[in-house]
């Protein structure tokens, strides 16, 4: 395949088109790199902005290009072994149901309950991926707190 053809050759750039400004790391990268940040940070970051900041830098020695925002870090770190999320909520009043996860994006599932004359209602919303769950009373996750843990999931000895 030439260059006519559409397929450039891997050393050269096609004409008119720029380099990119951005890549994304790759998610195994991350989560390594966050947990080695989580070990140096005495286990525990407390919050999501300072694990991000202490993060990126790690990623930029590797490529100057590696953006990572926040919702992507707990995205990413939310399904890794050897991390913890924890997350504080404040109440919000809402009337609005609720659609998607506030933490992770998934859909949710009503929790339903049955009155003393048979009819239904909603009590709240659980997410169907996380712990995440609410009652009618919105609860919106406020801070993020990321913790290195064993990859069984137990808390880590304290280094001496």
């Known amino acids: 395949m030439s260059a006519k053809d559409g ?3 891997p050393g050269k750039r096609r004409r008119g088109v720029p380099p990119p400004k951005y890549r994304l790391p790759p998610g195994d ?3 390594s790199v966050a947990r080695r940040q989580l070990g140096r940070m005495g286990q525990a970051a407390r919050s999501q902005a300072g694990l991000r900041r202490a993060v990126l830098p790690s990623l930029a020695s590797k ?3 590696f953006v990572l925002g926040g919702w992507r870090l707990r995205k990413i770190l939310l399904d890794s ?4 999320v924890d997350v504080r909520y404040a109440e919000r009043p809402t009337r609005r149901p609720l659609q998607r996860c506030p933490v ?3 859909p949710v599932r009503p929790i339903r309950n049955r009155t003393l004359e048979g009819d239904r209602v909603t009590l709240g919303y659980r997410c169907t991926h996380c712990a995440y769950w609410t009652h009618l009373r919105r609860r919106v996750p406020v801070r993020y707190r990321f913790v ?3 990859l069984d999931g137990e808390p880590l000895d304290p280094v001496e």
């Not at 072994?81 to 913890?84: A, E, K, L, N, S």
């Open 63 to 65: 490529d100057p290009l």
């Open 81 to 84: 072994p050897g991390i913890r």
């Open 148 to 150: 290195r843990v064993g």
């Open 29 to 31: 990268l991350v989560r």
């Open 7 to 9: 397929g450039a050759s």
């Open 104 to 106: 992770c994006r998934s």
